[in-house]
Structure formats: structure tokens, C-alpha cells
């Protein structure tokens, strides 16, 4: 997977050359007319078929296009059956030519595709904003998906916004970003840059998906199971063909036993799981006996403080998350990117259900709210950083959330929301279908809903190693938005913080 890009004019190319000489891993240079664009990739035939170069014109793909198979089976109607060999981004241009800009809202996963010609720049992002494209108006106009490339390259390039601003706004675009001297694309739009008379950078912006909230189905019970069914079969499916070694992090909780559940019989193989926990607390016992009735080969993993506090900096760090909540979910989740590095190249999750069926709301929740009250989370996730293919690559693993696709929110944002939250419970259409279909144990099917962060405790310990109250998010959103900074500025780094934490934003 070429996982993250950054793109600097020529009046910057020596610039641009020399950070690329200081990035660890994978990387490939691509001179694109007047631009010079630096890739990165999980191994170097993640590249292969990513970058198609001609004499007018360059275009790139970023990031994971999990349906490819179907696009190519419906490009075949438009171009025969040599489109068969060809490229993903070959494919994906072809398709572009046939059916315009409507081919990025066939495109499932997060990505960017990116086209540069003698005119300017076409910039297309993914629906969901799973693959975030910044531009930043420093010395030059830069254009990144992560923003610590641009820090790299002059530390004084950002204007970040006062932390009052940051702590005391709960409503924000769904492409915010805090440095006022930037710009993030929005999700499902395709932006053209090109330069004015005197040749200064102006930017079009079109969506081609506008992903929005609509009034409530009210499917019959049964038919909703059976559709969860097969979107669920078909996303895990296809996450579990990827990769040479495909596992799954499981708490005992539902929406990751379902993904496993499924994992498993569609390898029809040893499928791995994890558990992670902390020296405060973990659900390993839920998790065990997850793995007994689904007979996986599996494994329980406890992290230390230091360790949870080093995956919090490493979440802030590479995934450029400024918010405390998004943080300390994936504290967790980046010590187990390294704990299975080398090991495990996919990861599948069950990320992204309590947004849909209401595992965040309280069960008394009103009906009438339901889905309006979700739906705000859903679009929260777009601004906060926490789907970012990032951290996890960082250590060679590719992510897979078999909730989070285009079909499945399409179909689960407005379900009937008795079909969520009733009589007490929380998510009720999904237990109902892991009992029809025989997919868990009774015990995780009706067991209380609890939060990763909260089940291995990793909310208690974040609150005690800065010496606040395990739900001051204040105060944790302010830790975290001042390690964004130093880290985008180029001041500090995960490995330089020590036991001290709070002393290293003095």
C-alpha cells in the first residue's frame, strides 16, 4: 500500500529531495511537470501499479481501494477485457475517461488520487476521509497528507489556533484543521489547483459525493439482519484475502466478534486474535472465550504504562490526532501495531459499529434523536484523525474496518432506530443477528457495551500519568493538542519523552 505522499513545486524540489533522504522505510520520487511528489509505501511492491507516468500527464494512487475487483469487472463493459491487466491507477484513469468523476464514488477505502499536467492539479479524495490531503501556504505551497512533512521542512510554517479555541470547540467542519495557514480537502470532493496571471495557486473545489443523513428506514427486522449479513460477509471477506498474515484485535465485546466470527469462515483457515490490557485492567476473559469457540490461535498481550503512554504520543505523532479522546482510544491500538510487526500485515477490526448501532449513546436514549445524535459522531471522524492508515504503517500493517465502508454506513446511519437501542439495549439488531446466525457465544451477545479505553483501562491510566480525572477530556485534549504542535514543529518526537510527561510542555 502507498500509504501517505507529500508534493512541493520546483522552487522547493532541493528541499523536498533532502527531507525524503530522512524518511525510514519505503519511498519513491516522482518529478510530475512542475512538481516534485515523494510516496511512501508500506514494502516496495505496495508500489507496483500505483504511479502511471506519460509525457503530459502523472497520476498517482494513495492508499487502498478495497473493491478493485469490482471496478475491474465493470470497467470491462466500457473497455474489454484487456483492462483485466491493467493497473490499479491505469484502471481507475480509464474508468475516469468512461464514466467521469462518478468513478470515486464507486471507489470503497480510503484514498487519494492524484493527477498533475501541464494545466495544473486534480486531487481526488475518498467519501469518508480516511486518507486526509492537507495544502499549506508557507514559503511554498505544500501538499501532504501528513502535516509533520511541511514541520520538517521549516519548523515556523504553522499558525496554529490558541488552545482555548481548540478546547472549547465541540463543532467543527468535517474538515477542520487547527493551523490557520492550512487547508484540508474535504471528503468526496475532487479540488484543481492552478495558478493565476501572475502565478499564484487558486483552488476549485467540487464534491462528487456529498455523504449525508437522510430520513429513518424502517426495514422489517429480518431483512435488515439478512442485508448486515451480507455487507459484513462481503467487507470481512475481502479484508481477509489481503495481506499474507491477516488478524483481528478482539476485547470479547460484539462488533469485533462478529468480524471475527466471519474472518474465520471465510479463510476456512488458523485465523490469529489478539487481546490487549493493561497492568489496571483488561478483558481478557471475554476475550478467551471468544477465541475457544471460534478455535483461533490466540494471544493476550499486557502493556505496561510506559508502553500505553508511548503508543498515546506515537497515535498524536503519526496520525496527527490534536484531540485527547481520539488519543487515548489508539494508545492501545499502537502498541499492538508494533507488538505484531513483522508477524501480521492486516489487522481487521470491528472499528466503527458503535457509531452506527449506538454503542455511545445511553440506552435510554430518545428515538427521535437516535440517529441524529450518531450520525454527528460518524461525521466527527472525518476531522479527528482516527481512521489515518498512518501508525499502523509505520510498522508494516495495513487496517481493515468492515463497518466503516460506504455501503455498510449508506445502509446502518438511518436504519429504524428502534432497531438500535430498545429495551435497555444497545445495538440490538446486531445481537439479534449474531444469535440468528449462529455467529457467538450467548455471553458476548448480550454482554454490557464497554469502550477499548475503558475495558483495558488505558482512560485511567492517561488521567493518572498527567495527574487528572479519567474523564477530563479538557485536560487531556490540552495535553494532546500541545504534543501536536511540538511534534509537527519538528521540537519533539515520541522517543524523546520520558517518564515526566507533563514536564516536557513546560
Request: charged residues 20%.
Amino acid at each position: 500500500m502507498a500509504y501517505s505522499f507529500f508534493a512541493v513545486n520546483n522552487s522547493s524540489r532541493e528541499l523536498s529531495r533532502s527531507i525524503s533522504g530522512g524518511l525510514t522505510g519505503c519511498y519513491e520520487v516522482v518529478e510530475a511537470g512542475k512538481w516534485t511528489v515523494v510516496i511512501k509505501s508500506i514494502s516496495p511492491n505496495r508500489m507496483d501499479g500505483r504511479i502511471l507516468k506519460t509525457d503530459v500527464q502523472t497520476c498517482i494512487l494513495i492508499g487502498t481501494v478495497s473493491n478493485i475487483d469490482q471496478l475491474y469487472t465493470l470497467a470491462l463493459a466500457y473497455h474489454g477485457a484487456e483492462i483485466i491487466n491493467a493497473s490499479p491507477v491505469l484502471l481507475i484513469k480509464k474508468l475516469k475517461s468512461s464514466i467521469g468523476t462518478a468513478v470515486f464514488s464507486l471507489m470503497h477505502g480510503g484514498f487519494t488520487f492524484l493527477e498533475f499536467d501541464k494545466t495544473g492539479i486534480s486531487i481526488a479524495t475518498d467519501a469518508l476521509g480516511m486518507q486526509p490531503v492537507h495544502f499549506v501556504q508557507g514559503k511554498s505551497l505544500w501538499i501532504t497528507s501528513e502535516l509533520k512533512h511541511v514541520g520538517l521542512m521549516d519548523a515556523t510554517t504553522f499558525e496554529f489556533e490558541d488552545e482555548n479555541t481548540i478546547i472549547n470547540s465541540h463543532f467543527r467542519v468535517d474538515h477542520y484543521t487547527p493551523i490557520k495557514n492550512a487547508r484540508k480537502a474535504k471528503p468526496g470532493s475532487i479540488i484543481n489547483i492552478n495558478n493565476d496571471s501572475e502565478g499564484y495557486p487558486y483552488f476549485e473545489q467540487q464534491s462528487y459525493l456529498i455523504h449525508r443523513p437522510s430520513k429513518d428506514q424502517h426495514i422489517a427486522p429480518d431483512r435488515a439482519k439478512l442485508i448486515i449479513h451480507n455487507l459484513l460477509t462481503t467487507s470481512t471477506s475481502s479484508a481477509a484475502s489481503h495481506g499474507t498474515a491477516p488478524a483481528a484485535p478482539v476485547s470479547g465485546g460484539l462488533d469485533s466478534s462478529i468480524v471475527a466470527s466471519l474472518c474465520v469462515k471465510a479463510t476456512q483457515q488458523q485465523f490469529s486474535t489478539f487481546a490487549i490490557g493493561t497492568n489496571l485492567g483488561n478483558e481478557f476473559a471475554h476475550a478467551d472465550l471468544l477465541a475457544r469457540h471460534l478455535e483461533t490461535q490466540h494471544k493476550e498481550l499486557i502493556f505496561d504504562d510506559d508502553h500505553i503512554m508511548n503508543g498515546l504520543h506515537e497515535a498524536i505523532y503519526y496520525n496527527e490526532i490534536f484531540d485527547g479522546l481520539s488519543a487515548e482510544i489508539h494508545a492501545g491500538l499502537m502498541c499492538l501495531y508494533k507488538a505484531v510487526s513483522g508477524a501480521h500485515d492486516h489487522l481487521i477490526t470491528g472499528y466503527g459499529a458503535d457509531l452506527l448501532f449506538g454503542g455511545v449513546l445511553s440506552p435510554d436514549t430518545d428515538p427521535l434523536t437516535i440517529n441524529s445524535l450518531l450520525w454527528n459522531q460518524i461525521y466527527r471522524t472525518r476531522w479527528t484523525g482516527e481512521f489515518s492508515p498512518f501508525g499502523a504503517a509505520h510498522y508494516g500493517v495495513e487496517v481493515s474496518h468492515p463497518y466503516w465502508t460506504l455501503d455498510f454506513i449508506n445502509f446502518a446511519a438511518n436504519l429504524n432506530p428502534h432497531l438500535k437501542i430498545f429495551d435497555g439495549n444497545v445495538k440490538i439488531i446486531l445481537r439479534k443477528y449474531a444469535e440468528e446466525y449462529d455467529l457467538l457465544p450467548e455471553k458476548i451477545i448480550w454482554r454490557k457495551k464497554i469502550g477499548i479505553h475503558e475495558g483495558s483501562s488505558i482512560n485511567k491510566l492517561f488521567g493518572t500519568k498527567i495527574d487528572v480525572a479519567k474523564s477530563d477530556y479538557v485536560a487531556k485534549t490540552k495535553y494532546t493538542y500541545s504534543l501536536f504542535k511540538k511534534f509537527l514543529t519538528n521540537q519533539l518526537s515520541p522517543s524523546d519523552i520520558g517518564p515526566s510527561y507533563r514536564s516536557i510542555l513546560n
